[in-house]
C-alpha cells in the first residue's frame, strides 16, 4: 500500500511536498487568513489505526474512516482511498483540511483536529462522532424516529447555508450526501466532506467547472452546463431529505424518474409526487403524533421544491432552506409529547 510503510525520507519527502501545498491551499481558500493547523506524525497514526487495520474501520467511501486514540482523546480518522484522477487526488484532500478548518467552530460540522502530511496522501484528525455515520436504524433495527430525521435535516442545512453566506466568497460544497453524514452522542448531524468544494468568485453568482461529478445527488443541470452556483447544493440537500424520509427507495425513486423523463421533471410532477408517499419508510409513523405527519407532508414538499420537481417555481437558497427547516421543526411544537425524546435517546448506535 503506497505511503504506508515508509522509510524516513519518504516520510521528510511526503511531508515537505504535501505541507506546501496544504499551505498554497490555505491561503487560496481563506483570503491569506487561517488559523494554524495541528499536525500529527505518522507514528501516531499508525498506533491509533493499529496501521490501519480493517477493524478499525467504520466508514468507507471515496475516503476510508477509521476509529482510534490518540493521546487519550477517541478520534476519526480520514484516508484517502483509490488512485482515481479527480475524486481521490491529493488536492481534494487539501481543499478539504482547508475548508473544514475554517468550518471547525461550527456545530454541524465535524470539527477537524489536525492532520498528518507525512504519507503519500494526507490523512485527516477529526473530532470522534459516537453514532457513526448516518444510518436510519441502528444496530438492532430500531429504526430512526422521526424528530431525529427532521433535526438531522435542519442541522445540515443549518451548516449548508452558513458555508454559502460566512465567507468573502460562497463556497459550494458538491458532496452533500448521507455518507457525508455523521451523528454524535446526542444525535446532532455533522457534516464531514468539503473535498470537492468550489468558491464563486465575488460578484458572481455561478462557476464553470469543467470536472464532472457524478452521483444521484448531483444536480443534473450541472453536468449539462458545467457552472455551478447555489442550486447545487441546494439540489443536493434535497436528495439527502428524500433519503431520510425514504431511503435507498426515496434515491432509486428519484433515479428511475429522472431515468425516465429526464431533467427538467415532466409536467405530470404532481402525479409522479403522489407516488414517493408510498416510498417514504412507514416506521416513521410509529408513535408519532398528528403534528408530525404534517411535519412529514411540509418536510416532503420543501424536498421537492429542493430538488426543482415543479419547473417554474422560484429557486430557493439554503438559507432560505434551512429557515423553513425551522419553521416545520416548530409546527405544533407545543403538543409535541416527550415520546419522541424517548424514542432518540432509546436508538442505540455505536462505532
Not at 452546463?225 to 424520509?245: A, H, K, P, Q
Not at 416513521?284 to 415543479?310: H, K, P
Request: net charge negative; proline share 4%; charged share 25%.
Amino acid at each position: 500500500m503506497k505511503g504506508f510503510f515508509k522509510t524516513e525520507s519518504e516520510t521528510r519527502k511526503h511531508s515537505d511536498k504535501n505541507g506546501s501545498l496544504l499551505h498554497e491551499e490555505l491561503i487560496a481558500s481563506s483570503d491569506g487568513k487561517y488559523n494554524p493547523i495541528r499536525m500529527f506524525s505518522s507514528d501516531q497514526i499508525l498506533k491509533a489505526t493499529n496501521n490501519f487495520d480493517a477493524d478499525h474501520i467504520i466508514a468507507k467511501d471515496r475516503f476510508i474512516w477509521y476509529k482510534g486514540t490518540i493521546e487519550e482523546r477517541r478520534v476519526l480518522i480520514k484516508k484517502l482511498e483509490g488512485d482515481y484522477v479527480f475524486f481521490s487526488s491529493p488536492e481534494n484532500v487539501y481543499r478539504d483540511i482547508a475548508v473544514l478548518s475554517m468550518m471547525s467552530s461550527h456545530k454541524n460540522v465535524l470539527k477537524l483536529l489536525g492532520c498528518c502530511v507525512e504519507f503519500y496522501k494526507p490523512v485527516l484528525v477529526c473530532e470522534f462522532a459516537e453514532k457513526g455515520p448516518l444510518k436510519l436504524e441502528d444496530k438492532d433495527g430500531t429504526p430512526l424516529p422521526w424528530s431525529a430525521r427532521l433535526k438531522i435535516g435542519k442541522d445540515i442545512a443549518n451548516a449548508v447555508a452558513y458555508l454559502h453566506t460566512a465567507f468573502p466568497r460562497v463556497i459550494i460544497n458538491r458532496d452533500i450526501k448521507p455518507q457525508n453524514i455523521f451523528l454524535d452522542e446526542d444525535g446532532t448531524a455533522k457534516l464531514s466532506s468539503f473535498c470537492l468544494s468550489i468558491s464563486i468568485p465575488e460578484g458572481e453568482s455561478s462557476v464553470y467547472d469543467d470536472k464532472v461529478v457524478y452521483g444521484v445527488s448531483v444536480d443534473p443541470e450541472y453536468n449539462g452546463t458545467g457552472l455551478v452556483s447555489e442550486r447545487f447544493d441546494v439540489y443536493s440537500f434535497g436528495v439527502t431529505m428524500l433519503f431520510l424520509l425514504g431511503g435507498e427507495l426515496g434515491l432509486t425513486w428519484l433515479s428511475a424518474i429522472i431515468g425516465e423523463f429526464g431533467f427538467p421533471f415532466p409536467a405530470c410532477g404532481e402525479e409522479l409526487a403522489d407516488q414517493f408517499m408510498y416510498v417514504i419508510d412507514s416506521s416513521i409513523w410509529n408513535g408519532e403524533s398528528e403534528a408530525s405527519a404534517v411535519q412529514v407532508e411540509a418536510f416532503y414538499g420543501l424536498a421537492l421544491r429542493c430538488i426543482r420537481f415543479w419547473p417554474g417555481q422560484d429557486v430557493l437558497t439554503m438559507l432560505d432552506v434551512a429557515k423553513e427547516l425551522k419553521g416545520i421543526e416548530d409546527l405544533f411544537k407545543a403538543s409535541s409529547s416527550e415520546q419522541d425524546k424517548d424514542q432518540i435517546d432509546q436508538v442505540n448506535y455505536s462505532v
